[in-house]
């Protein structure tokens, strides 16, 4: 099991950007992937964006592509989560996860087998 500990997020505008951190501990084994879900108030968890520890395989729910970009530091074990032109709709509790089933096309394909605590992102004027 790993420990993922999440960093950013807060008050941010519409059209704004933001910038979230995670930081995991442990072994991660080649076939994983970190990832991002989010929870909105009143709605279900949904994944919103992995990266494979290969840096190979890359992908975004439709929410946010093209307007967020996912990145890892190696070497820090760090991945980061960069979102630009925010909606109100981005509102929510942003966890960290690692997804034992690598990082494929269809968020849900993903597969979560640890989370972060999670850090909130409000998006209002």
């Known amino acids: 099991q790993f420990q993922l500990v999440e960093s950013g997020g807060g008050l941010a505008e519409p059209g704004g950007s933001l910038s979230l951190s995670c930081v995991v501990s442990?072994?991660?084994?080649?076939?994983?992937?970190i990832g991002w879900f989010r929870q909105a108030p009143g709605k279900e968890r949904e994944g919103v964006s992995c990266l494979t520890l290969s840096g190979g395989s890359r992908n975004y729910a439709e929410a946010v592509k093209g307007r967020s970009t996912i990145s890892m530091d190696k070497a820090k074990k760090t991945w980061y989560l960069e979102m630009n032109s925010l909606k109100p709709g981005d509102t929510g509790v942003y966890y960290c996860?690692?997804?034992?089933?690598?990082?494929?096309?269809?968020?849900?394909?993903?597969?979560?087998?640890?989370w972060g605590q999670g850090t909130q992102v409000f998006v209002s004027a």
């Open positions: 996860v690692s997804l034992k089933a690598g990082c494929p096309r269809r968020t849900s394909r993903w597969e979560p087998d640890a």
């Open positions: 442990g072994t991660i084994p080649d076939w994983y992937a």
